[in-house]
């Protein structure tokens, strides 16, 4: 059974600083990993999807990277603002791509 | 396009009590699900229908049924409410990726819903 851990939990940083989160995955045989933002009380946001044959995508101020093979895969952002404050949550399909396993989220601050 | 939309936003109902939670898409999409989170849990499948007149059970059905009415709707009903039930309930659906070689899950606001 898949399964996808998010480390760190939570992360508070000052604005401006460049930061990384990570995920990991157990069963590398994925098509893909999606990145999501949740905002306090609201829905999640898709923020960026990278393939199965890519190693990175980026979006603005956002990279992910995948590293299927060690069972990994980073959000990098950079110049963190506040409005990056927010839970950041990684998932990955099944085989069959009707089922997204998703980590348990990193809860980024971001201070003034 | 409003995407996936949710209804109610809120809800408290009584031990034993029933009711639907509706969802709607415009973006026509085949799939959608229902996803319910929980603090220390994450994000957990309920049940999902992969096209009009499918539904399948995910990771933690019990207790919930749902109905796909049209390619649009997909409903999720508690028949009798526990306080176990009490969680957010996300609704979404799925695309072909821009790239057409993968699929992109989209969600809704999501419905609070606490069982007394």
């Known amino acids: 059974k898949q399964e996808v851990t998010q480390i760190p939990a939570a992360l508070s940083v000052p604005e401006g600083e460049n930061l990384v989160l990570n995920c990991s995955f157990t069963d590398s045989a994925i098509y893909n990993l999606q990145w999501f933002r949740q905002d306090p009380g609201k829905g999640l946001t898709s923020l960026l999807l990278?393939?199965?044959?890519?190693r990175e995508q980026t979006s603005g101020r956002l990279n992910a990277s995948l590293d299927k093979s060690s069972g990994r895969s980073t959000l990098y952002i950079a110049a963190s603002q506040p409005g990056d404050s927010a839970t950041y949550l990684c998932?990955?399909?099944?085989?069959?791509?009707?089922?997204?396993?998703f980590g348990g989220g990193t809860r980024l601050m971001v201070k003034p | 396009n409003a995407g996936v939309t949710q209804t109610p936003k809120f809800q408290v109902l009584k031990t034993g009590q029933s009711m639907t939670l509706q969802c709607a898409q415009d973006m026509n999409h085949n799939s959608m699900y229902w996803y319910r989170q929980d603090p220390g849990m994450g994000l957990r499948l309920i049940y999902y229908?992969?096209?009009?007149?499918?539904?399948d059970k995910g990771e933690v059905p019990n207790g919930y049924n749902v109905s796909r009415l049209n390619k649009r709707e997909f409903s999720l009903r508690l028949e009798s409410a526990a306080p176990s039930q009490t969680s957010v309930y996300f609704c979404?659906?799925?695309?072909?990726?821009?790239?057409?070689?993968?699929?992109?899950?989209?969600f809704g606001p999501g419905t609070r819903l606490t069982v007394t």
């Open positions: 229908s992969a096209s009009e007149g499918t539904t």
């Open positions: 998932a990955v399909p099944n085989n069959a791509g009707n089922m997204l396993t």
């Open positions: 990278i393939q199965s044959s890519q």
């Open positions: 979404a659906s799925r695309t072909k990726h821009r790239t057409e070689s993968s699929y992109e899950q989209y």
